[in-house]
Structures are given as structure tokens and as C-alpha cells.
């Protein structure tokens, strides 16, 4: 881990519930949960994205820290029996399967609610106000109904079943792509940037998901279970159709350059440096795990 990333890991963990409580069990699957490794795409997208339009203050840490509460929390519920069933994770084994189900559920609750606790804080932060309102309001949206959970429910509702191009599209836009759009939409919003830069920064987002939940697709049929921390074969096992059962691990390639390709085109009229920013969404289609 560069310094850099070993610097925004340790002030993510600042943000985590340490008082003592009654539910110290809770807590502790909380931090379980959060501090089990993972890539930081979603907070790192956002910082990035807020460091092309211009942004430079300290309100962006709390939405990072929320952003990844949220997509842990996703991942906790994702591994339920309920859901796929996993008991590995990051190298780990889930939390439901060292905690127990009832704590799965719990801390994935806890992770959630307390994802908009912290992000709440950037008021205290923010010098404008009004940006921090409109950041939580695209991080409600994104992780509700109608973004990352309605993209489960269909995911959850096709399983076993054959969805057609149009359904697949759907899952793979809000099931994955919507809390990426959130992370650099919310980092877009809240350096100031216009309605019109943010549509472009929305799209880039979209495009930048769905490629990486392409990926992910290749990954879980040609990746081990050490490169990837997780087990594989999962969606085979669990009866999902995906990307590369559908049209085939050559289209999926393809597909995959052509939204790099796409979200590097729109990255590229953002009004600060985006070096850093594209070589990590470049890193996303060459990725092993």
C-alpha cells in the first residue's frame, strides 16, 4: 500500500464509531466489516473527482468515509445466507459467518444509518452549506430504491431466471454503477461544479461502473479465490446471469474498452489535472481482483 492510500486508510478508520456502547458486539462487526481491506474505489473516485473541479477543503472526508460505510454495508447483506450466501470476503470470512446472521444483518443496518450520521458532519465542515445538502441528497438516492437497492432487488428478483439485455443493463447501471456515480458526483458537487459538468460527470461515473461490474463478471470465472479474497464461481452458483454468460468473454472485453474509453473522453474536460484520476480508472480493466 502506497503512503498515500495507508494515509486515507487510517483517517477512513478516524470516522468510525469509537465511544463505548452498550452494543459493544455491534460496534466491533462494524469495524470488522469496515476495516477488512478492499480497494477504496468509491472514496478514492470521489476525492479525485473533487480535486479536478478545484475542491480543496476538509468537508470531502466525511462523504468518503460514508461512501464506504455504505458499500461495506452493501457487502455485508450481499454475503447473507438470504442473498449469495458467501463466508468469504476480502480475504476474510464474512461478517455473518464470524458474527453470526442476526449480527450480519445488524451491522450492515448500523454501517448504513451511520454512513448518514457521518456524513452530516460535512455541515460542520463545509463552507457552503447548501453543497453538503445537495451531496447527501445524491448519497440517499444513489443507495435507495432508486439506485444500488433497486439494482439488488431486480438482481435478486432475476435469479435463476434469463434477463434480457435491457435487465442486465439495469442491474449492472444501479446494483453497481450507482454508488460510483455518487462517489464522483458528490465529489463534483461539492467543489462547485455546474449542472452541466455534473451530467458529465454523472455519465463518466455510469460508464466507469458498469465497466467495472463487466469485470467483475470476467473475474469470477478466470480469477482464484486468493487473487480475488472472495469465493468464486459465485454467481454460477447461485444461478445469475451475467455479462460474459450473455454475450460471450470476447464482447465483454471489448465492451469494457469502449466505456474506459468513453468515461476518459468526459474525464477529460473536467478543469483541473485528471492524470491521476484516469490512471485509476485505468487500472480498473487490468485489474486481478
Known amino acids: ?3 498515500n492510500m495507508q494515509t486515507m486508510e487510517q483517517k477512513l ?7 463505548d ?15 477488512a481491506g478492499g480497494k477504496r474505489l468509491r472514496p478514492l473516485l470521489m476525492r ?22 455504505i458499500h461495506t454495508y452493501s457487502l455485508v447483506h450481499d454475503d447473507l445466507p438470504c442473498m449469495d450466501n458467501d463466508t468469504l470476503r476480502r480475504g476474510k470470512p464474512t461478517t455473518w459467518s464470524v458474527y453470526g446472521e442476526d449480527f450480519g444483518v445488524l451491522a450492515g443496518d448500523a454501517l448504513l444509518t451511520y454512513a448518514f450520521e457521518t456524513a452530516s458532519k460535512a455541515f460542520l465542515l463545509a463552507q457552503d452549506k447548501a453543497r453538503a ?15 444500488m437497492c433497486g439494482g439488488q432487488a431486480k438482481d435478486v428478483e432475476l435469479t435463476g431466471k434469463q434477463p434480457s439485455s435491457d435487465e442486465l443493463d439495469y442491474i449492472f447501471r444501479y446494483k453497481t454503477g450507482a454508488l460510483i456515480e455518487a462517489s464522483m458526483m458528490i465529489g463534483a458537487v461539492l467543489a462547485g461544479a455546474g449542472e ?17 461490474q463487466i469485470e467483475d463478471d470476467i473475474l469470477d470465472v478466470t480469477a482464484s479465490e486468493e487473487e480475488l479474497g472472495k469465493n468464486i ?14 454475450y460471450g468473454m470476447e464482447a465483454a472485453r471489448q465492451k469494457i474498452l469502449a466505456l474506459t474509453e468513453e468515461a476518459l473522453t468526459l474525464i477529460d474536460t473536467f478543469p483541473y489535472s ?3 484520476l484516469k490512471q485509476l480508472i485505468r487500472s480498473l480493466t487490468s485489474r486481478r481482483k
Open 133 to 147: 445538502g445537495l451531496a447527501i441528497g445524491i448519497l440517499a438516492r444513489k443507495a435507495g430504491l432508486y439506485g
Open 196 to 212: 452541466e459538468a455534473l451530467k458529465r460527470t454523472e455519465d463518466a461515473a455510469s460508464a466507469i461502473g458498469y465497466a467495472f
Open 233 to 246: 464461481g459465485s454467481d454460477e452458483k447461485n444461478g445469475k446471469v451475467t455479462y460474459v454468460t450473455l
Open 21 to 35: 456502547t452498550p452494543a459493544a458486539k455491534l460496534k466491533e462487526a462494524m469495524r470488522y466489516s469496515f476495516t
Open 274 to 276: 485528471t492524470e491521476e
Open 13 to 19: 478508520y478516524e470516522w468510525l464509531p469509537k465511544e
Open 48 to 69: 479525485l473527482t473533487y480535486e479536478a473541479f478545484g475542491g480543496k477543503g476538509p468537508e470531502i472526508w466525511p462523504f468518503m468515509a460514508a461512501i464506504e460505510m
Open 1 to 3: 500500500m502506497s503512503d
